[in-house]
């Protein structure tokens, strides 16, 4: 009877621990499946700015609305300096700079330092047409550029800007700009006309 007793005994262990290892391998295949729906999910960022709408950022892609948004206060930070700013200026165009081009943006930004420090040179720059490209995560800004020395408006002239962005994490990064420069017109044989 102690016998048949203890034989039962382990049985009704046995089937428990059976169960247990079923839940087990169930929640952990469960657990797996959360993680990699998790991992796939696009993430997705609703911001409030001062805009029509709210922007929402999301881990798929930099919308049209994100692009315009950043390159307009990235043109106003880049193309608006003076003399007493250049420090915060160069800084903080380096903080919106992907790290990988970091050093390239910071030697150009340096010798702009270097040559305007001390002047009284100043600009800044007025927007009057945004073109966003969010394939290629390019925009183009044309507008005027003015140019002050003391006091004195010295120059007003309508230039193109590109700006070239990289989307990582949630966020556009530069990865360079310059001004862009019209190709001189060629004629049938490929002469400068």
């Not at 892609?61 to 390159?71: D, H, K, N, P, Q």
């Not at 700006?163 to 862009?180: H, I, N, P, R, T």
């Amino acid at each position: 009877m102690e016998l048949s007793y203890s034989h039962s005994h382990s049985q009704r262990i046995l089937r428990q621990r059976n169960v247990l290892a079923i839940a087990a391998a169930a929640l952990g295949a469960l657990t797996i499946l959360l993680f990699i729906v998790t991992l796939s999910r696009d993430r997705e960022v609703v911001l409030q700015p001062i805009l029509r709408s709210p922007l929402t950022v999301s881990s798929s892609g930099a919308s049209r609305e994100y692009l315009e948004m950043i390159t307009r206060d990235t043109v106003v930070l880049t193309l608006d300096r003076s003399p007493q700013n250049l420090e915060y200026w160069m800084n903080a165009v380096l903080d919106i700079t992907s790290p990988r081009m970091q050093g390239k943006i910071k030697g150009d930004l340096l010798k702009i330092v270097n040559e305007q420090r001390g002047s009284s040179i100043a600009q800044f720059f007025t927007i009057e047409q945004m073109e966003i490209d969010t394939k290629n995560l390019r925009s183009q800004v044309t507008g005027e550029l003015h140019t002050i020395v003391g006091n004195k408006v010295i120059s007003r002239e309508r230039r193109t800007f590109r700006y070239d962005w990289e989307y990582s994490g949630l966020s556009l990064k530069l990865l360079g700009f310059g001004m862009v420069t019209a190709e001189p017109a060629k004629d049938k044989w490929g002469k400068d006309q």
